[in-house]
């Protein structure tokens, strides 16, 4: 007589997710502390006299500072006049990074004609150009619009130009195997394969264009975030300089955030490392 088999035990699979999002939280929450404590600082040194008020404000009214400005609409209109320069100079720098580094990352002609000189470029601080910007460009919108333009163009250029390089050779040459076409194997093998790498110049480009606008608004203009921190360094409003430096950081920090989920929902493919 022979025993029958008995089916394994179903196993109770627990449900994903609920330890790793509790962990997360806690993480988001840790981030926290130095921040907060640096903030508490800085208040508390301000407000006994150890951190003189004619050099740097407490926080408390530089935060009332900055609500007086945007309620009387001063500080909506600096920042659009900011806003601005930076949309044209990023628009400008990105396209010309865009079409130069895919020309010189597929063709071979490209990258002997275009690489060697954007490498001798490079090696030039473009915020050492500024004197000689001013006699090519005046010192008109069109100045500040230039110096954010080279500041996006090389980050931007060379992520994409390393991205396309890094590709395997294996996956192009499987893709013509199969019969596509160069179009073709630009948008399923290359394209995909240079994205990481793009969207890491696009961000490395993003805080050059910040830091290149406040050297450009320092320089000759009646209007911006930058104009609104130089008249105010001269009648030492250091609460008005904070605000603009806190403007500054957070269209920094928000232009980051919008391309960090632009890159997460862009990659869902990809499974990166993360810290634990």
């Keep these: 007589m022979t025993a029958l088999a008995t089916p394994p035990a179903a196993t109770t699979r627990k449900a994903p997710g609920k330890p790793a999002r509790a962990a997360r939280r806690r993480w988001r929450w840790r981030r926290l502390i130095t921040p907060v404590a640096l903030v508490a600082l800085w208040e508390i040194s301000s407000r006994t006299g150890v951190l003189p008020a004619e050099k740097l404000s407490p926080l408390s009214q530089v935060l009332r500072t900055g609500w007086r400005l945007a309620e009387d609409g001063t500080l909506a209109a600096h920042l659009l006049d900011s806003l601005t320069r930076a949309g044209a100079g990023l628009a400008i720098g990105a396209g010309l990074a865009l079409v130069l580094g895919a020309v010189a990352g597929l063709l071979r002609i490209g990258d002997d ?23 090519w460009v005046g010192i008109g919108e069109s100045l500040k619009i230039t110096l954010v333009t080279l500041g996006v163009f090389f980050p931007m250029y ?25 179009l073709a194997r630009i948008r399923h093998v290359v394209l995909p394969g240079a994205l990481p790498s793009l969207f890491l110049g696009l961000r490395l480009a993003t805080g050059a264009a910040w830091l290149s606008l406040v050297v450009g608004e320092t320089v000759a203009t009646q209007n911006g975030i930058g104009f609104l921190m130089m008249e105010a360094r001269e009648f030492s409003q250091t609460d008005v300089v904070l605000v603009g430096l806190f403007v500054y950081a957070l269209l920094g920090l928000l ?22």
Excluded at 174 to 179: Q, S, V
Excluded at 255 to 276: H, N
């Design 113 to 135: 004609l275009v690489d060697p000189p954007v490498q001798m470029a490079r090696m030039l601080p473009h915020l050492a150009l500024v004197p000689l910007l001013i006699i």
């Design 158 to 182: 060379f992520n994409l130009y390393a991205g396309i390089r890094d590709i395997d050779e294996r996956l192009v040459e499987a893709a013509r195997t199969c019969g596509l076409n160069a």
């Design 255 to 276: 232009s980051d955030v919008i391309l960090r989920v632009a890159e997460r929902r862009a990659l869902t493919w990809r499974r990166g490392l993360r810290a634990t």
